[in-house]
């Protein structure tokens, strides 16, 4: 019996461990990402998709959650996050920063 999962909402966290950025660098790799993200979402989902900011930790460099108005198959999904994992990749080679590390959590919630 398979389960086939349908995905409404998802946060994506990169971190790096001792990062010594800036307030000013921050923004503006954050502006990277969340731009990379929608141009992934346009070429997969072609759906809307809603970027709300989720409070970060000491050595997170961009904590957002994607929400879409009706879920994505988890085909849809997956075919999402691997191309925002390889936009997101590129990015990390050519700005040559390193140990960054990026995680999806399905349908999670932030907590306030």
Not at 10 to 17: D, K, P, T, Y
Not at 53 to 77: C, I, M, N, T
């Amino acid at each position: 019996m398979e389960i086939f999962i349908n995905v409404a909402m998802v946060n994506v966290l990169v971190n790096s461990e001792g990062n010594d950025f800036n307030e000013r660098e921050q923004k503006i790799l954050e502006v990277l990402l969340l731009n990379l993200a929608a141009q992934a979402n346009a070429q997969t989902t072609q759906k809307g998709m809603a970027m709300n900011p989720v409070d970060r930790g000491k050595d997170d460099l961009f904590h957002f959650q994607f929400a879409w108005q009706k879920s994505l198959s988890e085909e849809k999904y997956n075919e999402f996050a691997e191309a925002v994992e390889s936009r997101y990749d590129v990015a990390f080679q050519m700005c040559e920063l390193e140990n960054v590390h990026l995680s999806f959590m399905i349908n999670s919630y932030s907590k306030s």
